[in-house]
């Protein structure tokens, strides 16, 4: 049997260890990471680094290396490939299924505003804040690089490319992050409104514990949807769960056993 993972997510690395790629009675399990982080964390078994060239590369893709189940574990807010990965499952007949982990819910005395692009949430930033936490990554910021009354603390992996805010400052971190770090981060910088992508998981949730111990406004940009009739699951067992599940397809020249 052979599954495809389109990942780079820590669920990413996790279903790959759980379905035992690697190992030697395993099923052949491929990761295939997208290449815009400059190290990334690697998961067990092959890895392919670098796109396919749409959904027709995809599919050809998966029909050329026999795949029997696709996996798009790709961060939430990676649209493109999940649609792409969704047309291409269809074209070549391959399973599919998209993990998403749930996302994050206003609690008691948070103040979140919702929006649902980056440039929905940066028209929304004048009237909340000065000095802005930007933490949706290095791409996109395009959008708010017009906000020139505003200063920006930009958090990634890797480092952005213009256009973005002329007054902005660069922190290049990886999480996950601890409450008591985000806390001194909000002071030492002192920030009044964060803007985040609704991502999910615990990784980066201390963020927007320290915002509402500080009274801080919270964007959250909504995250796009699954494609209609792709399967989902919310944790990694789930998605092991579900291949375990699968009956391996007969190809041609092949008996069904």
């Known amino acids: 049997?052979?599954?495809?993972?389109?990942?780079?997510?820590?669920?990413?690395?996790?279903?790959?260890g759980l379905l035992g790629a690697g190992a030697a009675d395993g099923p052949r399990v491929t990761s295939s990471l997208a290449g815009r982080v400059a190290a990334p964390r690697l998961p067990p078994g092959e890895v392919r680094v670098g796109g396919f060239g749409g959904a027709d590369g995809l599919a050809a893709w998966l029909r050329t290396h026999e795949v029997d189940a696709l996996i798009d574990a790709t961060h939430p807010f990676a649209r493109t490939i999940s649609f792409n990965a969704a047309a291409a499952a269809a074209r070549a007949h391959v399973p599919l299924l998209a993990l998403r982990r749930p996302g994050w819910v206003p609690g008691e005395g948070d103040r979140w505003h919702a929006a649902d692009s980056l440039d929905q949430a940066a028209a929304l930033l004048p009237g909340l804040g000065r000095r802005v936490f930007l933490t949706t990554g290095r791409m996109g910021l395009a959008a708010f690089a017009p906000l020139d009354a505003l200063w920006f603390l930009m958090r990634s992996v890797d480092a952005p490319e213009p256009p973005f805010p002329a007054r902005m400052e660069v922190l290049l971190d990886r999480g996950p992050f601890t409450l008591e770090g985000e806390r001194e981060l909000l002071r030492a910088h002192r920030v009044d409104v964060l803007v985040t992508k609704d991502s999910g998981g615990a990784a980066t949730a201390p963020k927007l514990t320290a915002a509402r111990e500080a009274g801080i406004p919270v964007v959250v940009v909504r995250r796009p949807p699954v494609p209609d009739g792709v399967a989902v699951a919310a944790t990694p067992e789930e998605a092991a769960a579900w291949v375990a599940g699968l009956t391996v397809r007969s190809r041609p020249g092949q008996s069904s056993g």
């Open 1 to 16: 049997m052979h599954i495809l993972i389109l990942g780079g997510t820590g669920e990413a690395r996790r279903i790959a």
